[in-house]
């Protein structure tokens, strides 16, 4: 991408912070927001704290969705960005009243030097207390300068007094001050700020006082565990000049009445999407939990992974419970997206889904141990003509859900764009089967079949298959089982397949990678991208059209 030529000049003048005294005074409030970029771009802490302290307009956005090779803030820059929003709410030349920060955090595994979720949230709560602390520290210093002030004209008129005395004029005006001189400090700071009422009480009324008119609302995504909870309870309850908004809610390792407490602080008009993970939920946790959620109009998308929530075994009082957690789904009347990780849930989607408001578009179902009954309701239910990402990784797939699978596809042919089938177990006789339901799914962008038991020739007819469907970008395919070193299984397991070591023999992945380069040659797709490589498969960075 070619740089403009106000981005090339702002790169200039923020690079060079001993002119930031001669350009910050003249500076018109449009390029605030190109310089402030560059900043951020070449690693300028020093002017973004210039720059954001005195910002001109109401509101500043940053973070969000990246570019394409756009790398996330620094750690240094994103510190400096914060310590100038506090420095600023006492200038008197800075407008902020809205800062938007959702999505500035950096991804997991991201660039070395970037500020994570965790740490972000972290620094965000503090600056929040931080300008409490502040603010309620002003009227103590403000208290405290009128008392030297008091003290300062008491040690004035003693003098006066004595001078007064010597000279033998010790008459009522003596008098009077020794009176005065008697009331004590107190009472006289009382009737001096009884007589200045007029003026300086109206001027105190000006002060910051309701972070919703007067203050800066900070909206971000908080990312909350164990032992930043009770950082990030004080931040949403503190009243200070700046008030704090969840975007996005993301807790681990935390129960449910914890969780609960951050919920009731939230402004419910804010929160859109809760994720929860690695927390010992459970049924009774999660029937608890859920009509919390509740509140919150404008929630969209629930996450629960890895809750320890087990239904495979009999136990008194789950299926009363799940009923419960059904009922709490569906008063969540927005919601479009439920992800459900390693749930374990056989025979049980129909209790969940059949009680929601509208149908879903994103619908994630690992590890969840589905049963040919529950893809055979996914299949007929109003979810399947609406979704637009199905995500049914490591869940047995056999000849009984062979069916239902394929009416589910076919309902989903027009809206489909995402769809994740690895580690399922799909045979080249049950991926044969499937091959012509997924030619049949044409807005598909990103395909995941890793894990999956197949040969080279099933993972060719897997190719030419992919190679016909206009729409798709990203096919995530399996390593052939003629690649793996000696002694694996017939028909192994995901599990398998992920420990077996690859043979290191080159020549027949060689080979492979050429007649697969042929089948996109002969079909013309050079757009379409094959890849083996699960770690760093991510169906996210192909951009819907």
């Given at each position: 991408m070619?740089p403009?030529l106000?981005?090339?000049?702002?790169?200039?003048?923020?690079s060079?912070?001993?002119s930031?005294p001669?350009w910050l005074?003249c500076?018109?409030?449009?390029l605030y927001?190109?310089?402030?970029?560059?900043a951020?771009?070449?690693?300028?802490p020093?002017?973004i704290?210039?720059?954001v302290q005195r910002w001109?307009e109401?509101t500043?956005r940053?973070?969000?969705?990246?570019?394409?090779?756009?790398?996330?803030p620094?750690?240094?820059?994103?510190?400096?960005?914060l310590?100038?929003?506090?420095r600023g709410?006492g200038d008197?030349?800075?407008a902020?009243?809205?800062l938007?920060?959702?999505?500035?955090?950096?991804e997991e595994?991201g660039?070395?030097?970037s500020m994570?979720?965790?740490?972000?949230?972290?620094?965000?709560?503090?600056?929040?207390?931080q300008a409490?602390?502040a603010a309620?520290?002003?009227?103590h210093?403000?208290r405290?300068r009128?008392?030297?002030r008091v003290?300062?004209?008491e040690?004035?008129?003693d003098g006066?007094?004595?001078r007064?005395r010597?000279?033998?004029?010790?008459g009522a005006?003596?008098?009077e001050?020794?009176?005065e001189r008697?009331?004590?400090?107190?009472r006289?700071?009382?009737?001096?700020?009884a007589r200045g009422?007029?003026?300086g009480?109206e001027r105190a009324?000006?002060g910051?006082?309701?972070?919703?008119e007067?203050g800066?609302?900070?909206?971000?995504?908080?990312?909350?565990?164990?032992?930043?909870?009770?950082?990030?309870?004080a931040?949403?309850?503190?009243?200070?000049?700046l008030?704090?908004?969840?975007?996005y809610?993301r807790?681990e390792e935390?129960p449910?009445?914890s969780i609960?407490?951050?919920?009731a602080?939230?402004?419910?008009?804010?929160?859109l999407g809760?994720?929860i993970?690695?927390?010992?939920l459970?049924?009774s946790?999660?029937?608890?939990l859920?009509?919390a959620?509740?509140?919150?109009?404008?929630?969209?998308?629930?996450?629960?992974?890895y809750?320890?929530l087990?239904?495979?075994?009999d136990q008194?009082?789950?299926?009363?419970a799940l009923?419960?957690v059904a009922k709490?789904l569906?008063?969540?009347?927005?919601l479009?997206?439920?992800?459900?990780t390693?749930?374990?849930l056989?025979?049980h989607?129909?209790?969940l889904?059949?009680?929601?408001?509208?149908p879903?578009?994103?619908l994630e179902l690992p590890?969840l141990s589905?049963s040919?009954?529950?893809?055979?309701?996914?299949?007929c239910s109003?979810?399947?003509s609406?979704?637009r990402?199905?995500d049914?990784?490591?869940?047995?797939?056999?000849e009984?859900a062979l069916?239902?699978l394929r009416r589910?596809?076919?309902?989903?042919?027009g809206?489909?764009?995402?769809?994740s089938?690895?580690?399922c177990?799909?045979?080249?006789?049950l991926?044969?089967a499937?091959?012509?339901?997924?030619?049949?799914?044409?807005?598909l962008r990103a395909?995941?079949?890793a894990?999956?038991?197949?040969?080279q020739a099933?993972?060719?007819?897997?190719?030419?298959v992919a190679?016909?469907i206009p729409?798709?970008?990203?096919?995530l395919?399996?390593?052939?089982l003629e690649e793996?070193?000696?002694?694996?299984p017939?028909?192994?397991?995901?599990?398998q397949?992920?420990?077996?070591?690859?043979?290191e023999v080159?020549e027949?992945r060689d080979?492979?990678?050429?007649?697969?380069a042929?089948v996109?040659?002969e079909?013309g797709?050079?757009?379409?991208?094959?890849?083996s490589?699960?770690l760093s498969?991510?169906?996210?960075l192909i951009?819907?059209q």
């Open positions: 070619v403009s106000v981005s090339l000049c702002a790169k200039e003048v923020v060079d912070h001993s930031s001669y005074g500076v018109p409030r449009e927001q190109p310089l402030l970029e560059a951020f771009a070449h690693c300028r020093l002017a704290g210039e720059l001109p109401r500043l940053l973070g969000g969705r990246r570019r394409s090779g756009q790398s996330p620094s750690r240094l820059c994103v510190q400096a960005l310590l100038a929003v506090v709410l008197k030349r800075c902020l009243q809205v938007d920060l959702c999505g500035l955090q950096c595994g660039a070395v030097d994570g979720g965790w740490s972000l949230t972290v620094a965000l709560c503090s600056m929040v207390l409490k602390g309620q520290g002003g009227p210093r403000e405290e009128e008392r030297k003290l300062e004209t040690r004035e008129r006066v007094v004595k007064e010597g000279l033998g004029a010790g005006r003596g008098q001050l020794d009176e008697a009331l004590g400090v107190r006289r700071m009382e009737r001096e700020r009422s007029g003026g009480g009324g000006r910051r006082g309701d972070p919703e007067d800066v609302v900070v909206r971000a995504d908080l990312f909350v565990n164990a032992r930043s909870w009770e950082r990030v309870r931040a949403l309850s503190a009243s200070g000049p008030c704090l908004h969840c975007r809610l807790v935390i449910a009445l609960a407490v951050l919920l602080l939230l402004r419910p008009a804010s929160l809760m994720d993970r690695y927390s010992s459970g049924v946790g999660l029937a608890l859920l009509p959620l509740a509140p919150f109009p404008a929630l969209s998308s629930l996450r629960l992974h809750c320890n087990d239904m495979r075994w008194s009082g789950q299926e009363e009923r419960d709490g569906g008063k969540l009347e927005r479009q997206r439920l992800s459900l390693a749930l374990r056989p025979g989607l129909r209790m889904l059949s009680g929601l408001s509208q879903l578009e994103v590890y589905l040919p009954a529950d893809l055979s309701y996914l299949s109003p979810h399947a609406s979704l990402r199905l049914l990784s490591e869940n047995k797939l056999d009984a069916p239902s589910l596809l076919q309902q989903a042919a809206s489909l764009s995402h769809l089938l690895s580690g177990g799909l045979s080249d006789g991926l044969g499937l091959l012509p339901s997924l030619g049949c799914c044409r807005a395909l995941a079949l894990l999956n038991p197949l040969s099933g993972v060719l007819s897997l190719v030419r190679a016909g729409s798709l970008r990203l096919l395919y399996p390593n052939p793996y070193q000696p002694g694996l017939p028909l192994p397991s995901s599990a397949l992920l420990d077996w070591p690859l043979d080159l027949r080979a492979m990678e050429l007649e697969m042929k996109l040659a079909n797709r050079s757009d379409l991208l094959l890849t490589d699960l498969y991510n169906g996210d951009e819907e």
